[in-house]
């Protein structure tokens, strides 16, 4: 009997899918196949088709998500693979804020002519949905990156399907732990495994999640023909980091809700940006950009990095990257909440802020 065709819980899947199958001297977790190709007349013929590290990565993804994986050398690699799907001169409808390498792929691919890509608010669903017409591909993100956005994936994945349109979701920031779009209706889940999945930050890693078999099919011979696999200590590493989601994921958000609330009441931040559930939140730092950039300059145990999503919290202020649309503040401040001590968190965060202040 299959691990997919079990009612598993989200935190057994975690630990239990994606292993070699068990017999009298098997090893529990499966190896690393450090190999280009394999003896002819078995199930894998030359490591840019398949490799069994990757297939039982994409396994556990594959059970967790609800679909069947494909794992890919970064998120943007995956992100780039399922945008290789529209037609040429096509349309893309993406969220007005979303992860900036995203906008900065549709826009490269729209300079060159390959497509035309449309922006909208994805926090407002109709007028997302009127943004809607005449689109061949419909890229979600939600909650959004940086702004934490949230969007109603049920409506707008349904409004999409009677249109006829593809749709596909950036699950980073959630994970399948606190959302599964392909049960919501669309059809693609997108993952960033550098983050949450892996869970480590030493690691780029990317997955597409579909349930559609002739997708999945095209999506493999195209990754085979394209050639942007991941290398098999990567998806190693990330199957191993997997095996604890449910662990650090269930502490950082906790400790995320935790420094929301405080950080509502603290006289240095305007605004807090939290959806009210995951560990990415941002702030508004009141006296502006120089401001924001003290508080990222000035914390001690917080890491002044981008990025996100591993166990070792980490603080940006998002406009430092050129790419970032302008409609995000200067003063944003994205949080990414690890796994650390939570007041050792807060009184970190709060002298930098403070300081802040008095600069
Ligand atoms: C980091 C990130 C990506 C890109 O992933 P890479 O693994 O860095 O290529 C895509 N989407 C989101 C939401 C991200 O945070």
């Not at 669903?125 to 993100?141: C, P, R, Y």
């Not at 399948?176 to 780029?204: C, E, F, I, M, N």
């Amino acid at each position: 009997m299959s691990l997919r065709s079990q009612p598993l819980a989200p935190a057994t899947r975690v630990v239990a899918a994606g292993r070699p199958p068990r017999e009298p001297g098997a090893s529990v977790g499966p190896a690393v196949e450090f190999t280009s190709t394999f003896v002819a007349g078995g199930e894998c013929a030359y490591a840019r088709f398949a490799n069994p590290t990757w297939t039982a990565f994409e396994e556990a993804v594959g059970s967790l998500e609800g679909g069947s994986a494909l794992a890919y050398a970064s998120g943007l690699a995956a992100i780039a693979a399922v945008t290789g799907t529209v037609p040429h001169g096509g349309t893309v409808l993406a969220p007005r804020h979303c992860y900036n390498g995203t906008g900065a792929l549709l826009e490269q691919l729209q300079g060159a002519g390959r497509l035309v890509l449309r922006r909208a608010d994805i926090a407002d669903t109709a007028a997302f949905i009127d943004a809607m017409d005449h689109v061949d591909l419909v890229f979600l993100e939600s909650p959004t990156n940086p702004m934490l956005e949230v969007a109603d994936l049920p409506t707008l994945a349904k409004a999409a399907r009677e249109s006829g349109i593809r749709t596909v979701c950036d699950n980073t920031f959630a994970t399948p732990l606190l959302q599964r779009p392909l049960d919501l209706g669309v059809d693609v889940v997108v993952h960033s495994a550098t983050k949450y999945l892996s869970g480590h930050s030493d690691l780029l890693l990317g997955v597409l999640v579909t349930r559609s078999e002739d997708l999945r099919d095209h999506l493999h011979t195209a990754r085979t023909l394209g050639g942007a696999i991941p290398g098999p200590m990567e998806a190693w590493l990330a199957l191993r980091g997997l095996r604890t989601l449910h662990l650090r994921f269930e502490r950082a958000c906790a400790n995320a809700a935790e420094l929301a609330a405080r950080l509502v009441d603290h006289p240095a931040v305007a605004r807090v940006r939290y959806p009210g559930f995951g560990a990415m939140l941002a702030i508004d730092v009141r006296d502006g950009r120089e401001a924001a950039q003290a508080v990222e300059q000035s914390v001690q145990l917080w890491l002044p990095a981008t990025s996100l999503g591993g166990v070792e919290s980490m603080i940006e202020r998002r406009r430092r990257q050129p790419g970032e649309p302008v409609t995000v503040p200067q003063e944003l401040l994205r949080l990414s909440v690890g796994v650390e001590d939570v007041e050792d968190l807060w009184r970190d965060l709060d002298a930098a802020l403070s300081s802040s202040r008095a600069s």
